[in-house]
């Protein structure tokens, strides 16, 4: 007898619930390409913020985007204020209008607060069927999936586990993200504009705004672009929004680089660094899209938890590893002890880590540029493989 699960037949509306930022919304899209293949004539909606929407739009099994302005009800302050209770109520009003029957909430359950906000928004919507993470505060939840704490196992696996409840098979998930057609030639006339037309290299130099503790210095950014450019044959191309324009700044007053920092969409960014040969940055939403493409990645990591948020597919590589393992992505940190204390275990951390900032620090960029070496040699490698053509 198969023990695979079976999807529940009377799913027809899927409402997924993940209030997320743009890496968080790349980490999700394995889990909705798992339940649009279990579900393939559901209509499966996604409620999520403005910037998560961003991702969002490049994942072709949702039907529909919703968004909200997550930060108005970050406390119970906000929940109450007239002008957004009025809007919620509205929301609430379309949601059970459209009668739902399953809601997938791809949230950890961190604050009591937090809990009962999705406890309050999962019952107001009336979806008879409820699937999430369960830390202890999960009772409202029809379809358990047991939260274990950040890093015992990654964002995108928890994602997984959810969508399992609901008898979705997650065996074959992969991230889900296609970059539309028109992005891909704007990104190109925009990297001939700016005279790149052979192989390059990306470097993100930001973070955005939550938690700039996660970020690797600018300085270093800067020596790792001019030892690339120095030492390969590929250009070094700077991208981001327009937080990264004062790193960018620094960047080329010191180096011979290619900046298209707040010249991009998101889905021009993505084609941008499909095509890459490499892709550098710190925990960011870069790092993460690059895996999801399955361009080479080096994701450094400080005081975030790497093993919870760490880019699909990557190997988390300590301190002392020189040989690179077989795989195209790879999260740099430093072995110290007390790393991470961001999201660790069933709480939150410190946020903007420690003054000192040693994860980081002991990242050295003669450690980081010999890793991009020799993916950049391992590329080449396979680019000069002949295979032999049958007679």
Request: with cysteine; hydrophobic share 45%; proline share 6%.
């Amino acid at each position: 007898m198969s023990t695979d699960p079976q999807p529940i037949a009377t799913l027809n509306r899927i409402l997924v619930v993940k209030l997320a930022d743009l890496g968080d919304a790349i980490l999700a899209t394995p889990a909705i390409g798992a339940l649009r293949a279990a579900y393939p004539h559901a209509k499966i909606d996604v409620l999520t913020t403005p910037n998560g929407a961003l991702a969002f739009r490049l994942c072709p099994a949702l039907d529909r985007i919703i968004e909200i302005d997550k930060h108005a009800f970050d406390d119970p302050r906000g929940m109450i204020h007239p002008a957004n209770a009025v809007r919620m109520a509205r929301f609430i009003a379309k949601f059970r209008l459209a009668r739902y029957d399953a809601i997938v909430l791809l949230q950890h359950l961190t604050t009591s607060f937090g809990a009962r906000k999705y406890h309050w928004l999962c019952r107001a919507i009336g979806a008879p069927l409820r699937a999430g993470l369960d830390n202890g505060q999960g009772t409202f939840l029809t379809h358990r999936a047991v939260d274990y704490g950040f890093g015992v196992k990654s964002v995108y696996d928890y994602n997984l586990d959810v969508v399992a409840q609901l008898g979705v098979p997650t065996d074959e998930a992969r991230p889900l993200i296609v970059i539309p057609e028109d992005a891909e030639h704007s990104a190109r006339r925009l990297l001939d504009e700016h005279g790149v037309s052979g192989s390059y290299v990306v470097i993100h130099p930001s973070v955005g705004g939550y938690s700039s503790a996660r970020n690797w210095p600018v300085e270093r950014f800067a020596q790792i672009a001019h030892l690339i450019g120095s030492n390969s044959q590929c250009k070094v191309v700077l991208v981001g929004a327009d937080d990264a324009i004062d790193a960018a700044q620094t960047i080329c007053a010191s180096s011979t680089v290619i900046s298209l920092v707040g010249e991009t969409s998101f889905a021009e960014l993505g084609a941008v660094v499909s095509h890459a040969q490499l892709v550098i940055g710190s925990d960011s939403s870069i790092t993460h899209l690059a895996a999801a493409a399955a361009t080479p990645t080096i994701a450094i990591f400080g005081p975030s938890n790497h093993n919870a948020w760490k880019p699909y597919g990557s190997v988390v590589l300590g301190e002392n590893i020189t040989n690179l393992p077989n795989s195209s992505a790879f999260v740099v940190r430093s072995d110290i002890p007390c790393s991470p204390c961001f999201y660790s275990g069933y709480a939150l951390g410190r946020r903007e880590g420690c003054l000192l900032r040693t994860c980081l620090d002991r990242v050295s960029v003669d450690r980081v540029t010999q890793i991009a070496l020799q993916i950049l040699d391992r590329n080449r490698s396979l680019e000069n493989v002949t295979i032999p053509q049958p007679h």
